[in-house]
């Protein structure tokens, strides 16, 4: 089955407002989670990410917050721009696979002016 | 400090043709990774590899071969092309050891398209 879920696929919001996207997973021994962001035509980057023995991180306008016992980590991003329009990817690893990273399918975030 | 990089950037191929893609990094990196993106399914794994001399299957490996060359290379070969591997090439690297897992660095792809 999916290791993990990423809600919505899509997503628009005008600027100046928050975004919020989820992850949802099943495996209770994973214990890091990174957000890529992957503008069109270029390479994902690490914008953020969270290790299971923290609830929450924040770097400026961007947070992550991670429920363990629910099972889900989203990220935050507050007073949105229009350079913030991009894919955004949620990734995990799992206890029994070192190294190895699993990714949603990613949310399509349009920032209008 | 270059980071991941990827050759070729664009490849066009006929059904049946071979080719190899070539990935390298200079950040000491001890795994390396190979994916797919296709739209709407995210990024799939191919083949990784966790440390040099080792490989192992990902999600989606059929129709693939891997080489990890040295520590700094690692380098996927199709060996009879076919239009369901057109598709977006990326490879990473990370410092993941032990039981700690760290952000994984992508070079820029190889737009890769199979006629």
């Known amino acids: 089955g999916e290791n993990v879920e990423q809600h919505p696929s899509t997503l628009s919001v005008q600027e100046g407002d928050s975004a919020v996207i989820k992850c949802t997973y099943s495996?209770?021994?994973?214990?890091?989670f990174p957000w890529y962001k992957q503008e069109l035509g270029k390479r994902p980057q690490l914008i953020i990410d969270?290790?299971?023995?923290?609830g929450e991180k924040k770097d400026q306008r961007i947070a992550v917050t991670l429920n363990k016992t629910a099972k889900h980590f989203s990220l935050h991003i507050t007073e949105t721009q229009p350079e913030d329009s991009a894919v955004y990817f949620c990734?995990?690893?799992?206890?029994?696979?070192?190294?190895?990273?699993?990714f949603g399918r990613g949310t399509q975030l349009t920032v209008w002016p | 400090n270059a980071g991941v990089t990827q050759t070729p950037k664009f490849q066009v191929l006929k059904t049946g043709q071979s080719m190899t893609l070539q990935c390298a990094q200079d950040?000491?990196?001890?795994?390396m990774y190979w994916y797919r993106q296709d739209p709407g399914m995210g990024l799939r794994l191919i083949y990784y590899?966790?440390?040099?001399?080792?490989?192992d299957k990902g999600e989606v490996p059929n129709g693939y071969n891997v080489s990890r060359l040295n520590k700094r290379e690692f380098s996927l070969r199709l060996e009879s092309a076919a239009p369901s591997q057109t598709s977006v090439y990326f490879c990473?690297?990370?410092?993941?050891?032990?039981?700690?897992?760290?952000?994984?660095?992508f070079g820029d792809g190889t737009r890769l398209s199979i006629l």
């Open positions: 990473a690297s990370s410092e993941a050891t032990g039981s700690y897992n760290q952000p994984q660095h």
């Open positions: 495996d209770s021994a994973s214990n890091y």
């Open positions: 969270i290790r299971s023995n923290v």
């Open positions: 990734a995990l690893d799992r206890g029994s696979t070192l190294g190895r990273l699993y």
């Open positions: 950040m000491n990196h001890n795994s």
């Open positions: 590899s966790a440390s040099e001399g080792t490989t």
